[in-house]
């Protein structure tokens, strides 16, 4: 099993998973020159991959979904009511390649894809768990708070990805006008650096072995805030072994999981 992202952030969202012989995109927010140039950088083929899991509606996870399904003819796995937002962006879909997810688990062959729901400001929100073998990976992003669905799902992880957006001070002393700041640190916004910590140590377990964090904000945080608020949590908790990567732009180099 690895992983790897292929960028984050207000610009774009995408990561690559790979299962045994199985490939697989979690969000499609580059264009699809660029997700296959990303792909490219990190040794993996745009026409091997098997299917394409979407998060959410956001223009920024879901850019170049359409382009892609059609050009390489890939099925896409998304919830009907994100389907009926994005349907007119994402342009016509072949009906083999619509996947509606209305089960919290999607098995495709010795794969296990679960989705639970998470708080955003969109039609529907899903964050997953991929599990082969013994392995599994939890993903969440965009996660307007912590509720206790995301937290079982994250429990027992090899590997989490998880959403650090923001800074508290920095969002409150920020440019944001008022509105766009309480929009973000709502319910239906986005995750702080001490929730997103805060998480990882409530779901901690002698089976996780690292924490990527992502979807760091330009203007509201830094990747040295977010990965020195959860290396505080870990040290406390004396798990100093535990890698930390934070997630930029550019993606990650890709990880196999131990």
Request: hydrophobic content about 35%; glycine content about 6%.
């Amino acid at each position: 099993m690895k992983f790897s992202s292929l960028g984050s952030g207000s610009s774009g969202n995408s990561s690559f998973i790979e299962m045994g012989n199985k490939k697989f995109l979690i969000d499609a927010g580059f264009s699809g020159k660029r997700t296959a140039q990303r792909l490219n950088d990190i040794e993996k083929r745009i026409e091997d991959i098997e299917g394409i899991f979407v998060t959410h509606e956001h223009t920024d996870h879901i850019l170049g979904l359409g382009v892609l399904s059609r050009r390489y003819d890939i099925p896409i796995y998304l919830h009907e009511l994100t389907y009926s937002v994005i349907k007119d962006k994402i342009g016509k879909i072949d009906k083999k390649n619509l996947n509606f997810i209305r089960e919290d688990k999607i098995v495709i062959e010795n794969c296990v894809i679960n989705n639970f729901e998470v708080m955003h400001d969109a039609k529907k929100c899903l964050g997953y768990t991929f599990e082969f073998g013994e392995k599994k990976l939890s993903y969440a992003s965009d996660v307007g708070c912590v509720n206790n669905i995301i937290r079982e799902n994250l429990k027992n992880s090899d590997v989490i990805v998880l959403e650090s957006n923001y800074d508290y001070e920095m969002l409150i002393t920020g440019p944001y006008h008022w509105e766009l700041k309480n929009r973000v640190k709502s319910r239906y916004g986005h995750l702080s650096n001490e929730d997103a910590s805060k998480l990882v140590g409530e779901v901690l377990c002698d089976k996780l072995k690292k924490v990527y964090l992502m979807h760091i904000s330009k203007d509201n945080n830094t990747p040295e805030l977010a990965y020195n608020s959860l290396h505080k949590i870990l040290k406390k908790e004396n798990r100093k072994n535990l890698e930390i990567e934070v997630i930029g732009e550019a993606g990650t180099k890709i990880y196999k999981l131990p």
